[in-house]
DNA sequence: TGTAATTTGAAATCCAATTTCAACAAAGGG
DNA sequence: CCCTTTGTTGAAATTGGATTTCAAATTACA
């Protein structure tokens, strides 16, 4: 698989975009990042030492990722699109502590395939699926006692 | 099962609420209603026959269905917050239409099960979860040919 | 380097959810 | 039945994230 930065670049040229430090800066900030950042996430985590870029620009710069394939935004329910950056590896879902927010993403070939079922089942074609589980997280069980 | 209205009635005096001739008429259109309507939904229905009644106030009783379990709220990722009439069945997931939005109810122990696998895989303790299929549904097949 | 096209950031807009507030309507006591 | 208290209602305002607008600034490339 290509470096990210250079499959955007290449996804820039392509569509006639532009090349620019801001754009560079949010890739940059976007890969180092935890997971899942919402675009108010990095648009803040930026500000720090980039407070000249407005977060409008986050937000573009977000969709351009999207689109170009080395991020998929994603809607876990709390008001806020989150995107993660894409590792060309298999589908998979999430499970997310209630108490921290810490996301985890896991994959269950016999989930994906019981969907398969469930829909064949309803004469629906299958086209793509949301499945997120929350609990609470080893570390915040232990705070819990 | 008691009746849901008077599930709804025996909630209202509980909370020292009032049984008003719109909860009344809410209540109704909502039991009526086809599945999964929004707030919208039900407003724009109801504005036929009363068009005096409010959105403010659908929503708010709409509201106070789900408090007193007569009905759940769901989030289908399009924006809306929809709410459906809670049969005291067991806990299901929905299958979505992608062309006409029809939703179709469905449960798997199967699916449950390893779901509760995965989270003990990861040392979670599970919560609660979100799952929703999206497809073609049948006559929407057939219409794409 | 000149020019056309894109980008940027601040502010405006959008849209559903939610709240505010003054007028109105139940419920219970006298 | 009237009064008072408290909850209810609907229109309008507000909230909050997503998205767009627009004038100024920047980039790509001849």
Same mark, same amino acid.
């Given at each position: 698989?290509?470096?990210?930065?250079?499959?955007?670049?290449? /996804?820039?040229?392509?569509?006639?975009?532009?090349?620019?430090?801001?754009?560079?800066?949010?890739?940059?900030?976007?890969?180092?990042?935890g997971s899942h950042p919402s675009t108010?996430? *990095?648009? *803040? $985590?930026?500000?720090?030492?980039?407070?000249?870029?407005?977060?409008?620009?986050?937000?573009?710069?977000?969709?351009?990722?999207?689109? &170009?394939? !080395?991020?998929?935004?994603?809607?876990?329910?709390?008001?806020?699109?989150? /995107?993660?950056?894409?590792?060309?590896?298999?589908?998979?879902?999430?499970?997310? &502590? $209630?108490? &921290?927010?810490?996301?985890?993403?896991?994959?269950?070939?016999? !989930?994906?395939?019981?969907?398969?079922?469930?829909?064949?089942?309803?004469?629906?074609?299958? *086209?793509s699926h949301r499945h997120e589980i929350?609990?609470?997280?080893?570390? &915040?069980?232990? $705070?819990?006692?």
């Open positions: 698989m290509r470096e990210k930065a250079q499959i955007f670049r290449d /996804y820039l040229t392509e569509q006639g975009l532009k090349w620019t430090s801001q754009r560079e800066i949010i890739l940059d900030a976007f890969l180092r990042c108010e996430d *990095l648009y *803040l $985590k930026l500000r720090k030492k980039h407070p000249n870029i407005g977060y409008a620009t986050v937000y573009r710069t977000l969709k351009l990722f999207s689109e &170009c394939g !080395i991020a998929a935004s994603r809607d876990f329910g709390d008001g806020q699109t989150r /995107y993660e950056s894409t590792t060309g590896a298999e589908h998979h879902d999430h499970l997310i &502590c $209630k108490d &921290c927010g810490a996301i985890v993403e896991f994959e269950d070939p016999r !989930i994906e395939q019981l969907q398969e079922e469930v829909a064949r089942q309803h004469g629906f074609i299958l *086209l929350f609990g609470r997280c080893p570390l &915040c069980r232990e $705070k819990a006692g």
